[in-house]
């Protein structure tokens, strides 16, 4: 594995810092265990939030409560589900607009004595319970794969979600959108909040790339202006006769107890229904869906607003 370098907003907050204190116990700077600390305080070196106790941001974790508000005993992943939560798409956009202003933990693992894999406490969602390291790194990111091998970052509404995860990890704070930039420098595609918690959030690639840029976001699948732009796609293909954007079940995911969440969840995110002019051969229907396909993976603006699809044929 290659050694990434740190972000320099991190780089620089961890800087000449000891990472063991007295009797080689993980601690910091000061000695105190990271267990039960209090971040509070200027003299803290991992950060400038005065006054922070660690704990969650009050209106990120009513946000994420907001996602469980439609209880259903509809299977996870049925579109049923989804029709009976009305718009799921508001509590994903309520969970990232709560973290443009919110304060997060970005895990950091210090002094590792070996190349390659840590283990630490088992994830949910769109994580695994390996923790991939940068070889011989004196202090390195913690990164997961996602299900579809794609790189995610892990962030923590508090120190207790993060101790909870993996207790050697060390805490960075950082507003949300600075830990956005830090996913992006590294190359990660997804955020995942609070991994191995009651309920496990993941934030796709689009509200990534929002986030870091502190920009708003709109779910793809709430979008007009996407819609708009896959309609014009669609003009110059006859086969089609009609086509609607609506959520896809990969945008629901489950809490610990079995309860379905509406948002945060790994994706796809985004349903197509495409109806298709009648009396076309089996040929002629998947030429017309990779037409159709090809056509809006080649708009850079569809791709900017979409970071998974399900087309689905309908009669």
Do not use: C
């Not at 063991?20 to 700077?29: E, I, K, Q, V």
């Not at 996870?76 to 973290?99: N, Y």
């Not at 070889?135 to 101790?163: C, H, N, W, Y």
């Amino acid at each position: 594995m290659t050694e990434r370098q740190l972000p320099a907003h991190i780089a620089a907050a961890l800087a000449g810092r000891p990472t063991r204190g007295p009797g080689g116990n993980t601690a910091d700077s000061a000695g105190q265990p990271w267990a039960g600390r209090d971040l509070s305080g200027p003299e803290n070196p991992l950060h400038a939030f005065d006054d922070d106790d660690g704990r969650a941001d009050p209106r990120l974790t009513t946000a994420v409560a907001g996602l469980l508000a439609q209880p259903t005993d509809e299977p996870l992943g049925d579109h049923s589900a989804l029709d009976q939560a009305g718009r799921p798409g508001s509590g994903e956009r309520g969970i990232v607009a709560a973290l443009t202003t919110a304060r997060v933990f970005i895990p950091i693992v210090a002094q590792l004595g070996v190349a390659g894999e840590a283990r630490g406490a088992g994830t949910r969602s769109a994580s695994s319970s390996e923790l991939h390291s940068d070889k011989e790194a004196d202090m390195a990111l913690v990164t997961l794969d996602a299900p579809d091998g794609r790189k995610a970052l892990p962030i923590f509404s508090s120190t207790l979600a993060l101790q909870r995860w993996h207790p050697e990890a060390r805490p960075v704070a950082a507003y949300a959108s600075r830990a956005a930039l830090a996913a992006v420098a590294d190359g990660a595609e997804l955020l995942v909040l609070d991994p191995g918690a009651d309920l496990t959030v993941v934030v796709r690639r689009p509200a990534l790339w929002a986030l870091a840029q502190q920009v708003p976001w709109t779910p793809s699948y709430e979008d007009p202006a996407l819609a708009a732009l896959v309609e014009v796609a669609a003009l110059g293909q006859e086969e089609i006769l009609s086509l609607a954007l609506r959520p896809a079940g990969g945008v629901l995911t489950r809490s610990a107890d079995g309860s379905i969440a509406f948002g945060g969840g790994p994706g796809p995110e985004l349903r197509m229904d495409v109806q298709l002019r009648p009396g076309l051969t089996a040929q002629g229907v998947r030429d017309a869906v990779a037409t159709l396909r090809a056509t809006l993976l080649g708009r850079q603006d569809f791709v900017e607003r979409v970071d998974s699809l399900d087309i689905k044929l309908i009669s």
